[in-house]
């Protein structure tokens, strides 16, 4: 898939994994709409990406993916400024475990609510134009990450509605690849200051530390490198990728 003239659209652009996968995509020839609650961030960002890429090449919404409101008018401003929407990355995501029920709103519900008002615009069986949507889980998405139990549900979660939307979506001809990354750990913002984001498991951040030290950590733009293969390689569709400081691999999962 060629990206230029595409137009993305990236939740959680504003720092981290989010703002290395816009680059990604900009690099690559997309338009790209970034979607953040941190103005502040996305603003400084995006001084220097309209110097880099020309003003036309982005636009940034202030929009927080709990809010169904917000998502919708995004996508609708995008569809008026661009002419659609052909890739969509649900990447917006915390780690709190105190704060449970606003991590599964954003990490799960979030991902959710983004691809549904999204497809309303893509989905080829309703007049859209088809395209890909790849999701940011986690390596807690496959496998137990002890000391976060709700961060592990949202990303096992987000892994299980990806693969079974990419099923519904070839049944029904929507024309919308989906595919989900698990990347271990990232440096940026959310690693920050574990033991306060643990809540009543702060005791066991020992085991994330241990963990870090074991598997080495990745920078954002490592992940964003793979964000950019299931954007491109149209046969990936259902595909769930594994990203971890020594390399990455597709998951195979048992056949039911
Ligand atoms: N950093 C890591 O070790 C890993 C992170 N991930 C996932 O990658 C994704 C991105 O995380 P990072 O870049 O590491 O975090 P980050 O904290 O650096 O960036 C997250 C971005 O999402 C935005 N955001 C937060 N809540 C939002 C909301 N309600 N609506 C819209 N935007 C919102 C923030 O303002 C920020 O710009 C998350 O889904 C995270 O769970 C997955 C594996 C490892
Ligand atoms: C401070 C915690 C930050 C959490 C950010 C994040 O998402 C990092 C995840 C890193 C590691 C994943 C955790 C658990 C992995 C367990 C098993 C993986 C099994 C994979 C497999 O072979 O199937």
């Known amino acids: 898939m060629d990206l230029s003239g595409k137009i993305a659209v990236v939740t959680g652009a504003a720092m981290g994994i989010g703002k290395a996968i816009t680059e990604k995509l900009l690099q690559n020839g997309a338009t790209v709409v970034l979607l953040d609650v941190n103005e502040t961030a996305a603003k400084t960002l995006m001084e220097d990406l309209s110097k880099q ?16 409101e917000q998502i919708k008018a995004a996508f609708q401003k995008t569809v008026e400024t661009f002419g659609g929407i052909n890739i969509l990355c649900n990447n917006a995501g915390i780690l709190n475990e105190s704060d449970w029920e606003k991590t599964v709103s954003i990490n799960l519900l979030g991902v959710i609510r983004g691809t549904y008002l999204a497809l309303k615009h893509m989905n080829k069986t309703s007049g859209g134009r088809g395209g890909v949507i790849v999701n940011t889980a986690s390596m807690a998405g496959l496998g ?26 070839t049944a029904l001809g929507y024309g919308v690849r ?12 959310l690693l920050s200051d574990p033991n306060s984001k643990m ?58």
């Open 53 to 68: 890429y020309g003003q036309d090449r982005t636009l940034f919404l202030s929009c927080n993916v709990e809010s169904e």
């Open 144 to 169: 137990p990450l002890i000391s976060c139990p709700v961060y592990t549900a949202t990303k096992h979660g987000v892994v299980g509605f990806t693969r079974a939307m990419s099923g519904a979506s």
């Open 178 to 189: 989906f595919n989900v990354i698990c990347p271990g750990f990232v440096q940026t913002e």
């Open 199 to 256: 809540g009543q498991f702060s005791h066991l951040v020992d085991v994330i530390e241990q963990m870090m030290i074991k598997d080495g950590t990745l920078n954002a733009t490592e992940v964003a490198d793979s964000v950019l293969e299931m954007v491109t390689d149209e046969t990936k569709n259902g595909a769930a990728l594994m990203i971890f400081s020594k390399g990455k691999q597709y998951i195979t999962f048992p056949s039911m």
